[in-house]
């Protein structure tokens, strides 16, 4: 079992600044991906930033050059640094992680979601 503790959330005023963290803990062997997904009442859960082990990044367009995905591999923990937030921004952001519990055994955890309120 892979267990993923999320903090950073709250509320803050439009244009404002939030930084997510993310740890996993558990019985892993490595964790390939890690990444935020988010979501808003009524809207199905997308994807807004995901990063490998090496370092490569993927964002949604909608955050692009606003929010910045890092991860610490010694900790197995990844952060989201959200910057000029906006209303619509607000969703409950939700933690992921792949990886492998050992070579041949595969793994992938969510975490309980931290909210994040956008307004003014």
């Known amino acids: 079992q892979v267990q993923l503790v999320e903090s950073g959330g709250g509320l803050v005023q439009p244009g404002g600044s939030l930084r997510l963290s993310c740890a996993a803990s558990g019985s892993i062997f490595s964790i390939n991906a890690m990444g935020w997904y988010r979501q808003a009442p009524g809207k199905q859960r997308e994807l807004v930033a995901a990063i490998t082990s090496a370092g490569s990044t993927n964002y949604a367009d909608s955050v692009k050059g606003r929010f910045t995905i890092s991860r610490d591999n010694a900790k197995n923990t990844v952060y989201l640094q959200m910057n000029s937030l906006k209303p619509e921004d607000t969703a409950v952001y939700y933690c992921?992680?792949?990886?492998?519990?050992?070579?041949?055994?595969?793994?992938?955890?969510w975490g309980q979601g931290t909210q994040v309120t956008v307004s003014s």
């Open positions: 992921n992680a792949a990886g492998y519990l050992s070579p041949l055994r595969p793994f992938g955890s």
